[in-house]
């Protein structure tokens, strides 16, 4: 008979009852345990949610407190309730920890959900499948089913098994190595570039040992990969090369820490701050909320500006025109007026103002002034010198020339 069925025949005997009252002091005590535990700890661990039940630990602990009295009633009386109670929680731990750990690790991705709901159904079916006795018939059907890939002959049990297996290893990779991000890089390794490509060589390692993990448990042999690993290499030489390259740049430029996240650096006419550096591209975002994918090559290659050297200072130039008729030293005292006016101009270097051109139209200078806040932009600045600018040379009854030209006429 299965669990089902033992339960529905001992169903209003004491021994029930004596089994659901174990039940409800395991599930207590888990809930008690998890949260005494959580106290002091945030709500973004796998361990702990926002709820106590919402987390790993619950489950987990309520699955051991379950299995070990499962054993103890056992000693004095037949098991029902406790039985049919240890896949329920099986499935619930394994739900809460695919939840928790992609929700941490992917947190705005929109198939994440998709994953959850797949993973959830799968794990209450199999509990069904556990508690009705039909999941060693279903094991036995699928395990009769399959394929030929060549000499070998893989059952459809055997795929399930690896994806299961492969989920799993990724899931189990992801805490591994966000745990060590957390726990450790951050306290030991100050510099954000550094912890970002210690972070992601740990995450390859760690995925890399997983697979091949998975493809042992299944069967696959492992010194078939000798042969896989050459035509990866040939493809990585023809084909994949830019890919390999944008890779290989970016542990490069973690490395070097030639860029860091932070720095306000222009790249190909596109100014903005470094959000993010990933192993193929690096993201920039402009300061009007525009952001740009730029491969790794692409830095690595070509000339790149960083304005967060160890000098922040940053000059900005701005070009005004006069009349000829203008006094030069009078329009170099309102220009240097006007910068000295705005709170981001710095005072050492002081602003200065040169004659610069003899312009078609007019007497061409250029006032060049030092910023240390670059990251701030350089629109709003030029606009406020300007209109400083505009308003001296209007007090001074200093005229800005309108373009002329000069037509001949010729009988």
């Known amino acids: 008979m299965t669990e089902l069925q033992n339960l529905l025949h001992d169903l209003g005997s004491a021994r029930v009852w004596i089994e659901v009252v174990v039940l409800l002091a395991c599930l207590a005590l888990a809930y008690v345990v998890a949260r005494y535990v959580r106290r002091g700890h945030g709500t973004d661990s796998v361990w702990f949610g926002r709820h106590v039940f919402d987390g790993l630990l619950f489950p987990v602990l309520a699955l051991v407190l379950i299995y070990a009295a499962r054993y ?44 959850e709901s797949l ?29 030929a890939f060549g000499k070998s002959r893989i059952s459809v049990r055997t795929l399930l098994e690896g994806v299961l297996s492969s989920g799993l290893m990724l899931v189990v990779v992801l805490w591994i190595s966000a745990t060590i991000e957390k726990r450790i890089l951050r306290e030991t390794v100050g510099d954000l570039s550094m912890r970002k490509v210690a972070a992601n060589a740990i995450r390859a390692a760690l995925l890399l040992l997983g697979l091949l993990f998975v493809l042992s448990a299944v069967g696959v042999d492992l ?65 009007n909320g525009r952001e740009s994918v730029v491969p790794n090559e692409l830095i690595i290659t070509q000339r790149v500006e960083n304005l967060s050297t160890a000098d922040p200072k940053v000059q900005v130039a701005v070009n005004v025109s006069v009349s000829y008729d203008s006094d030069v030293q009078q329009v170099q005292e309102i220009l240097v007026a006007a910068a000295r006016a705005s709170a981001r101009v710095l005072p050492d270097p002081a602003p200065a103002a040169h004659l610069a051109n003899f312009g078609p139209d007019g007497l061409e200078f250029t006032l060049s002034v030092w910023i240390s806040d670059p990251e701030n932009g350089q629109l709003a600045l030029r606009s406020e010198i300007n209109q400083a600018i505009l308003q001296g040379l209007r007090e001074a009854g200093i005229e800005i020339p309108y373009p002329q030209r000069v037509v001949h006429m010729k009988t």
């Open 72 to 115: 103890g009633v056992a000693l004095y009386q037949p098991v029902a309730v406790l039985k049919v109670a240890l896949p329920i929680f099986t499935s619930l731990a394994a739900i809460r920890l695919f939840v928790r750990v992609l929700g941490a690790s992917f947190p705005e991705s929109s198939a994440v959900k998709l994953i």
């Open 119 to 147: 993973v959830s159904w799968l794990a209450w079916g199999a509990a069904v499948l556990w508690i009705t006795g039909l999941l060693p018939a279903v094991l036995a059907e699928l395990d009769s089913i399959s394929f």
């Open 223 to 287: 010194t078939a990969l000798s042969v896989l690993g050459g035509a990866l290499g040939v493809g990585l030489g023809f084909g994949l090369q830019k890919l390999a390259a944008n890779y290989v740049s970016g542990f490069v430029i973690l490395l070097e820490r030639s860029l860091r996240i932070g720095d306000v650096v222009r790249v190909d006419n596109f100014e903005g701050v470094v959000t993010d550096i990933k192993t193929r591209y690096t993201l920039i975002r402009a300061l």
